[in-house]
């Protein structure tokens, strides 16, 4: 197939183009570099410095493309709080200028990386994709317009829709921005410089912890499933870890005993976060294959080896 990635230089998209290229695709990448680094693609990858807001750049990369995997976006929770214009601009907007350039040059499926974090707070766990969505924060609002324009768009000109709910993905190339960095990356690079860990809250709060190879293996399942229009698939580990559990597991991980420090004024977000992935399993006949503890001994192993080169 003829694919065309967006956000595709970026932590999972760069994951994905290289399982398709591996696959012999023909796969072509569209990123503005915010985030995203061209170095981690395979050199089979073709790349296009561009904004998925831009849609004359849009249409010149979308030329006899089967399927786009949609993954640009802005995806900082905390950042979006701030900075609530530039997510509405970015994940909605760019979303919008993305299915018109689609429309215009007759691809016929997308599939969209969306987040749970759409689903806010959920008494029901683990949490379905029939649960009623509520986003607590700018970056889940924009995902979930995104969802309603992905969905809406391709209603009206036959394009395929797939929506993967991506729960916490976590690996090697995933970035790591001072102010607003991911979980898992900050604790196990804390614990490798020997500092303290720092948990927001009591700690309890729990999360779903996917590994980025597995998000990039059910991504490109999705692509050419022969599942419903429209459909939405959540992707996690179907299993919730605490955060105290998960600093526990990192400092093993590392070989490292892990006495993290609590934050009790900071506020810990969702209080619970796990995915039935029943639905993943069924249609797309997809399972994680990275256990949680295989993944942290990886990715602690990957930075050793960084923190080697820079020394």
């Given at each position: 197939m003829r694919i065309l990635i967006t956000g595709g230089a970026g932590f999972l998209g760069s994951a994905l183009a290289n399982d398709l290229v591996e696959q012999e695709h023909h796969v072509r990448v569209i990123d503005d570099l915010?985030?995203?680094?061209?170095?981690?693609?395979?050199?089979?990858?073709?790349?296009?410095?561009?904004?998925v807001r831009d849609i004359p750049k849009?249409?010149?990369?979308?030329?006899?493309?089967?399927?786009?995997?949609?993954?640009?976006?802005?995806?900082?929770?905390?950042?979006?709080?701030l900075y609530p214009v530039e997510y509405n601009a970015v994940n909605t907007g760019g979303t919008v200028s993305l299915m018109t350039a689609m429309r215009?040059?007759?691809?016929?499926?997308?599939?969209?990386?969306?987040?749970?974090?759409?689903?806010?707070?959920?008494?029901?766990q683990p949490v379905p994709e029939t649960a009623e969505p509520h986003p607590p924060n700018p970056y889940a609002v924009s995902k979930l317009a995104a969802e309603h324009y992905v969905r809406a768009i391709g209603g009206l000109y036959d394009i395929e829709t797939v929506i993967l709910r991506i729960f916490n993905a976590y690996g090697p190339g995933q970035s790591t921005p001072p102010a607003h960095a991911p979980v898992i990356p900050k604790f196990a690079k804390r614990v490798l410089r020997g500092e303290s860990i720092v948990i927001w809250g009591d700690g309890e709060q729990t999360r779903d912890y996917v590994h980025v190879d597995d998000v990039a293996t059910v991504l490109a399942a999705a692509g050419e499933a022969a599942v419903a229009d429209g459909t939405i698939i959540n992707v996690g580990c179907g299993r919730e870890i605490s955060v105290n559990e998960l600093a526990q597991r990192i400092g093993e991980a590392a070989g490292v005993d892990v006495h993290p420090l609590h934050n009790e004024t900071q506020s810990g977000g969702v209080r619970r976060a796990g995915a039935d992935i029943s639905r993943a399993r069924e249609l797309l006949d997809w399972e994680p294959q990275v256990p949680l503890d295989d993944g942290l001994r990886r990715l602690v192993a990957h930075f050793q080896r960084e923190m080697r080169k820079a020394a």
């Open positions: 915010s985030a995203g680094d061209p170095a981690a693609l395979d050199d089979r990858v073709l790349f296009t410095r561009g904004d849009l249409w010149t990369v979308l030329r006899d493309i089967d399927v786009v995997y949609h993954l640009a976006a802005r995806v900082s929770v905390s950042e979006s709080v215009d040059a007759g691809v016929g499926r997308v599939v969209m990386a969306s987040s749970a974090t759409i689903y806010g707070e959920q008494p029901a």
